[in-house]
């Protein structure tokens, strides 16, 4: 995703760095909403599940003997081609499955309680295994039918 100076101003004034009443809201005012505004309010939504599944993965832990079957985690990108309030990646394992989204630097404090790991030095951790947006969500529908 490119962040343009419009986005990133947008998604700065509706996600400040603390958690408060505020952030929950959309920012009320007389007019339109820019495209930047609603985009930024649409990533915020997807990261409060995204949050709450992280959650309920952490909670529900490895499942049978020692098959983790649920779990999840927060690494960084390496490497270029990335934004750098952009890098940290949410890992969840669901339904035996491994599921990731980008998360911005402001959403941090949604996964309070969410292990932080250096892949680099921290293991065994499964790495990124290539699954396309197509297929994680395919994985979602999947686990619900």
């Known amino acids: 995703m490119t962040m343009t100076p419009q986005r ?19 920012p009320m005012r007389d007019g339109e909403y820019t495209t930047e505004e609603k985009l930024a309010a649409v990533y915020r939504e997807r990261t409060f599940v995204v949050a709450a599944l992280a959650k309920l993965a952490c909670v529900r832990g490895p ?7 649920y779990d999840a985690w927060l690494a960084r990108h390496e490497g270029e081609n990335w934004e750098n309030d952009w890098r940290w990646i949410l890992y969840v394992i669901y339904g ?26 921290e293991g065994p951790v499964p790495a990124w295994d290539k699954h396309t947006t197509f297929e994680k969500y395919r994985r979602i529908f999947e686990s619900l039918t």
């Open 8 to 26: 990133a101003e947008a998604y700065c004034r509706l996600t400040p760095g603390r958690l408060s009443d505020p952030w929950l809201q959309f």
């Open 63 to 69: 499942l049978g003997a020692g098959e983790s079957y």
């Open 96 to 121: 035996g499955h491994q599921l990731s989204w980008h998360i911005h630097d402001s959403e941090l404090p949604l996964f309070d309680g969410v292990a932080r790991l250096n892949l680099k030095r």
